[in-house]
C-alpha cells in the first residue's frame, strides 16, 4: 500500500466530491425557500440521456431527468418513510 500525501489528497477529493453529489441530490426533496434552485440542481447531478426509475408501487416507472424534476416544484406529498435502524449492534443516543 502506498502511504503519500498525493494518495491521501486524492482520497479526500474523491469524498468531498462524494458528499457534494449527496448533498445536492438529498436537498432537492426538501421543501421551503429556493426549492426549484435545488430541483435544478439536480441536472448537474445527471446526464441528459440519464433514466431515474421509481420501484415502489405495481409498475417500475421510469423518468428522464426532466420528467423527474418538473412534477417536484408543485410540491411533496410523502406516501411513505422507510430506514433501516434496527441492526444488531446499532444505537441511537438521545438527549
Known sequence: MVND?????????DLEAINSVVETFFAAFASGPDCT????ALRTLFLPEAVIVRTCGNEPVR?????????????????AVAWDDEREGL????D
Open 37 to 40: 434552485v435545488r430541483l435544478d
Open 91 to 94: 444505537t441511537v443516543e438521545s
Open 63 to 79: 423518468y428522464g431527468v426532466d420528467g423527474f424534476i418538473a412534477p417536484r416544484p408543485e410540491g411533496w406529498r410523502i406516501s
Open 5 to 13: 500525501q498525493s494518495g491521501n489528497a486524492g482520497v479526500a477529493a
